[in-house]
T-cell receptor
């Protein structure tokens, strides 16, 4: 049970903002939303997390809707090195684990 | 550099060999994880250790045997593997293991992985 749904793939022009959506309609009130990315054949890299408020760090911004049922990861100025699979994750309801799902494959185009 | 290291980075082994994967975290975390990632498949959680005790075992075959001697080190002992076990094996750590708190301390940091090929 992924608890999240994401588009399979997206393209973005280099230098433009990449907006990656995620639906998590069954998220519990105290659960954080995490975003990771995985560049080919490397370990997943933590990007950002949030609970209710919008968050920003040096890598990205995270916009969470008021009802918390969806969120958007924003890479403000995508570069070719941002080409990766992006995972939106919440904790699985049963058991001590996250479920990564299949993520969104983002391709940044020159 | 995430503070989680894995060795070896690449491993080729026969089905009758015994080998071990090593993971070390330099973050002072209390929880460590093994994941398996096969080609074009999602990450599969294999084992979770919290304070050196195994708290999750996702029906992993006994030919995979984890060991956590202390909170900084995690091993995955391999024997009598099958070709379908060829995959990227990833180690991760977090301040706390995922539980009911939904805490930010559950953020996981991954190592670079060991690419395993079983012949």
């Amino acid at each position: 049970d992924a608890k999240t749904t994401q588009p399979t793939s997206m393209d973005c022009a280099e230098g433009r903002a990449a907006n990656l959506p995620c639906n998590h309609s069954t998220i519990s009130g105290n659960e954080y939303v995490y975003w990771y990315r995985q560049i080919h054949s490397q370990g997943p890299q933590y990007i950002i997390h949030g609970l209710k408020n919008n968050e920003t760090n040096e890598m990205a911004s995270l916009i969470i809707t008021e009802d918390r049922k969806s969120s958007t990861l924003i890479l403000p100025h995508a570069t070719l090195r941002d080409t990766a699979v992006y995972y939106c994750i919440v904790r699985v309801e049963t058991g001590n684990q996250f479920y990564f799902g299949t993520g969104t494959s983002l391709t940044v185009i020159p | 550099e995430t503070g989680v290291t894995q060795t070896p980075r690449h491993l080729v082994m026969g089905m009758t060999n015994k080998k071990s994967l090593k993971c070390e975290q330099h973050l002072g975390h209390n929880a460590m994880y093994w994941y398996k990632q096969s080609a074009k498949k999602p990450l599969e959680l294999m084992f979770v250790y919290s304070l050196e005790e195994r708290v999750e075992n996702n029906s992993v075959p006994s030919r995979f045997s984890p060991e956590c001697p202390n909170s900084s080190h995690l091993f995955l002992h391999l024997h009598t593997l099958q070709p379908e076990d060829s995959a990227l094996y990833l180690c991760a750590s977090s301040q706390e293991a995922p539980g009911t708190s939904g805490s930010v301390a559950e953020t996981q940091y991954f190592g670079p992985g060991t690419r395993l090929l079983v012949l």
